[in-house]
């Protein structure tokens, strides 16, 4: 698999008024095109600071990020979009409008990204939710609007931090079924970031399970599994038992 995404050696340091505080380091990864690749790990591990790296938001201190083989400098629209653990929709602006905001970015003339928004909200799920505001919205419906968002400017890369953080369990499950659908059918590459195993082992490609802050990489889990995966066969309940096994003793050391 061709590696669209590469990490070399990042380390990341903040320096805050309480001192220095590190985040990352010496992180290495590589993401391959199309794969759906989450980072799992204790909460302050910088699962969220690595993405922003990705994303071209917060500077690395040492090491090399590069996307198709072009280092990353700064937030390049056009190669990565990002979602949020907060929807962050614009409360003035219908589903459509919000769906639009991106494509508006980037100068596409408005009956064109009509049309691109308008065909989205069929898979999103929100076609009789085109004229609403997000108030109006469910929780679970305002994060795919936000996902829509990311979607329609047409990215091959999808960072998504915690998108599902704040539902509760079953539209949790829900949406992440309704994800693996959108990728499966766009092909994109994903990096996703949760704290639940189950949305882990149900949706990723790989799993990166990352160390108590300094983060680092601690192990990698395959999953070649096909889709939708049985979560209950005694491979993927071996493979939950793994994942918890690493996670649990890193959560454990984040709250010595
Ligand atoms: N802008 C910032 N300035 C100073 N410190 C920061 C900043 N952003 C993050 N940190 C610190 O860096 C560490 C990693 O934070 P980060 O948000 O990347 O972790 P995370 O793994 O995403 O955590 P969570 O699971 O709680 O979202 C934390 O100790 C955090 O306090
Ligand atoms: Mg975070």
């Not at 969220?48 to 700064?74: E, M």
Request: charged share 25%.
């Amino acid at each position: 698999m061709h590696d669209l995404i590469v990490v070399e050696g990042v380390s990341k340091r903040y320096v805050t008024s309480s001192g220095p505080v590190d985040a990352l380091r010496d992180v290495s990864l590589s993401v391959g095109t199309g794969e759906f690749c989450t980072l799992i790990g204790p909460s302050g591990c910088g699962k969220s600071t690595l993405l922003g790296i990705l994303g071209g938001l917060v500077g690395a201190d040492d090491g090399r990020v590069a996307i198709d083989g072009r280092p990353v400098d700064g937030p390049d629209p056009r190669r990565v979009a990002t979602v949020f653990q907060d929807p962050g929709l614009f409360p003035w602006r219908t589903t459509l409008e919000n769906v639009e905001f991106g494509l508006e970015l980037q100068g596409m003339p408005a009956a064109r990204r009509r049309r691109v928004a308008t065909d989205l909200l069929g898979p999103l799920g929100l076609r009789d939710f085109a004229a609403k505001y997000p108030r109006e919205l469910s929780g679970g419906m305002r994060q795919r609007v936000a996902i829509g968002r990311a979607l329609a400017i047409d990215t091959p890369i999808v960072l998504m931090d915690e998108p599902f953080g704040a539902l509760d369990e079953q539209t949790r499950v829900l949406m992440g079924e309704w994800l693996l659908e959108i990728w499966r059918r766009t092909r994109k590459t994903i990096v996703f970031v949760t704290h639940s195993l189950h949305e882990a082992l149900a949706l990723s490609t790989r799993v990166v399970i990352m160390t108590a802050r300094p983060g680092r990489i601690k192990s990698v889990l395959e999953l070649p599994m096909p889709y939708p995966r049985a979560m209950e066969s005694p491979e993927l309940v071996g493979l939950r038992a793994k994942l918890w096994s690493d996670i649990r003793d890193e959560s454990l050391r984040a709250m010595q």
